[in-house]
Nanobody
Framework: QVQLVESGGGLVQAGGSLRLSCAASGRIVSINAMGWYSQAPGKQRELVAA???????TYADSVKGRFTISRDNAKNMMYLQMNNLKPEDTAVYYCNARITARKLLGGTRDDDYWGQGTQVTVSS
């Protein structure tokens, strides 16, 4: 019904930048709350940045001042701009969104969706 696909990951040197994108597709009515999560090897998935439907954003302390979450509702796109990257930012990054979608037989339904993840590797 709904898919999230991340892109933009890769290998970058410390101090560099990457911009992650998350494209939502399907029978979408609206993208509500959204967030970016990271999962390093051997660690739990953790919230990096989040944005409510009203535009309130929050960041993990470790990325404040370096990462920026944004969205383009008209294009069903979500972004994470990552600047001044550090080796400890190395992880798989996942986008997550609470999406209202049209059901096949009518009406709408809210569900949480996850992308497949994109690898970010920061070398020292």
């Amino acid at each position: 019904q709904v898919q999230l696909v991340e892109s933009g990951g890769g290998l970058v040197q410390a101090g560099g930048s990457l911009r992650l994108s998350c494209a939502a597709s399907g029978r979408i009515v609206s993208i509500n709350a959204m967030g970016w999560y990271s999962q390093a090897p051997g660690k739990q998935r953790e919230l990096v940045a989040a944005s409510t439907s009203g535009g309130t954003v929050t960041y993990a302390d470790s990325v404040k001042g370096r990462f920026t979450i944004s969205r383009d509702n008209a294009k069903n796109m979500m972004y994470l701009q990552m600047n001044n990257l550090k080796p400890e930012d190395t992880a798989v990054y996942y986008c997550n969104a609470r999406i209202t979608a049209r059901k096949l037989l009518g009406g709408t339904r809210d569900d949480d969706y996850w992308g497949q993840g994109t690898q970010v590797t920061v070398s020292s």
